[in-house]
T-cell receptor, first 115, second 111 residues
Framework: ETGVTQTPRHLVMGMTNKKSLKCEQH?????MYWYKQSAKKPLELMFV???????ENNSVPSRFSPECPNSSHLFLHLHTLQPEDSALYLC??????????????FGPGTRLTVL | KQEVTQIPAALSVPEGENLVLNCSFT??????LQWFRQDPGKGLTSLLL?????REQTSGRLNASLDKSSGRSTLYIAASQPGDSATYLC??????????FGPGTRLSVLP
């Protein structure tokens, strides 16, 4: 248990569905992240929220929409996804601002399958 | 742009062996490097974090070293066990940037 939880753990959705992924951290961190992990590819950073403000989105398609209502919760809203969006979606948190740290802690991930 | 590579891509060893996993990065201006373990279909578990001012960190049978000037880090696993079987990833972060991950080394320790 890393202190970062994600729900659901598994999700199957059609291309016309709308769903949301949820992440919650219990570590008192001030930054949260969404990553995508596809088969045989390195981890890809999707979104970063620092102090609840989005600081980076790395040109992610608009069918992915993040939301960070407070420093402990992070959502990823999904709509009209494509089969190639099937992947493991990982949430992480860290404490920014102290030089030399920013250690990241990850949740267990949501395995998403788009039919 | 920072790039991270890991060698080997996969490794299979008999139980009890000592082994070394390698991580290389192109931009040496990092302020820390983190090693993770990932079991199949699961999230990442942090193993060790080395700050830029440090040369190595140890945790149990794991020892990670950092040579910033050459852009390299190694993860040494002593007396490997079947439970060590997993994918090991390294990630680096530079000031004002986000973590960049390597592709990982898939380790199998055979009983």
């Amino acid at each position: 248990e890393t202190g970062v939880t994600q729900t659901p753990r598994h999700l199957v959705m059609g291309m016309t569905n709308k769903k949301s992924l949820k992440c919650e951290q219990h570590l008192g961190h001030n930054a949260m992240y969404w990553y995508k992990q596809s088969a045989k590819k390195p981890l890809e950073l999707m979104f970063v929220y620092s102090l609840e403000e989005r600081v980076e989105n790395n040109s992610v398609p608009s069918r992915f929409s993040p939301e960070c209502p407070n420093s402990s919760h992070l959502f990823l809203h999904l709509h009209t996804l494509q089969p190639e969006d099937s992947a493991l979606y990982l949430c992480a948190s860290s404490q920014e601002g102290r030089e030399g740290l920013n250690e990241q802690f990850f949740g267990p991930g949501t395995r998403l399958t788009v039919l | 742009k920072q790039e991270v590579t890991q060698i080997p891509a996969a490794l299979s060893v008999p139980e009890g062996e000592n082994l070394v996993l390698n991580c290389s990065f192109t931009d040496s201006a990092i302020y820390n490097l983190q090693w993770f373990r990932q079991d199949p279909g699961k999230g990442l578990t942090s193993l060790l974090l080395i700050q830029s001012s440090q040369r190595e960190q140890t945790s149990g049978r794991l020892n990670a070293s950092l040579d910033k000037s050459s852009g390299r880090s190694t993860l040494y696993i002593a007396a490997s066990q079947p439970g060590d079987s997993a994918t090991y990833l390294c990630a680096v972060i530079a000031h004002g940037q986000n973590f960049v991950f390597g592709p990982g080394t898939r380790l199998s320790v055979l009983p």
